[in-house]
């Protein structure tokens, strides 16, 4: 159950992935675009996720479309595997030093969607990557898992470390959540008795 295959297509892009929640952290990413393929391979490797994406996006305008729908894709994907989110501890938070960055991030896998994005200035871009898309990637990702993320930029001014300590935090985040609670193995972990 904690393994799910999802696909998104729409007009601008064509996605497919596997996702594995209690894997190694092998990865074979296929983006569209170099940056994020690098991003999402930390994401893996750091959550320890079992994660295969290919997108077929329109790239020739822009990384916008891809970079919002992976998001998406990956949320649902999180969603799914979770189901009804029985025995998970829920919550999860991590302080996540990258060199002169510092970043934090926490993760309620409530049922409800909000993220809290707050960063210093970066640089527009990251190669080729407009570095505003990193936010529309998280705004996908709690949308369609679900969850409440808040992501906060410590310190730091190396712009490709600060985004790379995002996706480190958050995956590391996600793994404390997502991990069984051995005390209430049976229990959806809230009063109301849903998530």
Request: aromatic residues 8%; negative net charge; hydrophobic residues 40%.
């Amino acid at each position: 159950m904690r393994n799910v295959s999802k696909t998104r297509e729409t007009a601008e892009t064509k996605i497919s992935l596997t996702l594995n929640l209690d894997g190694t952290g092998k990865s074979n990413i296929k983006s569209g675009c170099g940056f994020l393929d690098h991003m999402l391979t930390l994401f893996a490797k750091h959550g320890r996720f079992d994660l295969n994406l290919t997108c077929d996006g329109d790239v020739c305008v822009d990384y916008h479309h891809s970079a919002e729908d992976i998001g998406i894709t990956l949320g649902s994907a999180f969603k799914d595997a979770l189901g009804d989110k029985r025995g998970i501890c829920r919550y999860g938070n991590m302080i996540l030093p990258m060199d002169e960055a510092l970043i934090l991030s926490a993760v309620d896998l409530s049922g409800r969607a909000y993220l809290a994005y707050k960063t210093g200035t970066l640089n527009e871009k990251v190669g080729d990557f407009d570095t505003e898309l990193i936010e529309e990637f998280w705004l996908g990702f709690v949308r369609a898992s679900e969850s409440t993320l808040h992501i906060n930029q410590m310190a730091g001014t190396n712009t490709h470390h600060i985004i790379e300590g995002m996706f480190k935090s958050v995956a590391r985040s996600l793994k404390a959540a997502v991990a069984f609670d051995i005390d209430a193995k049976d229990e959806i972990p809230s009063t109301k008795g849903v998530l």
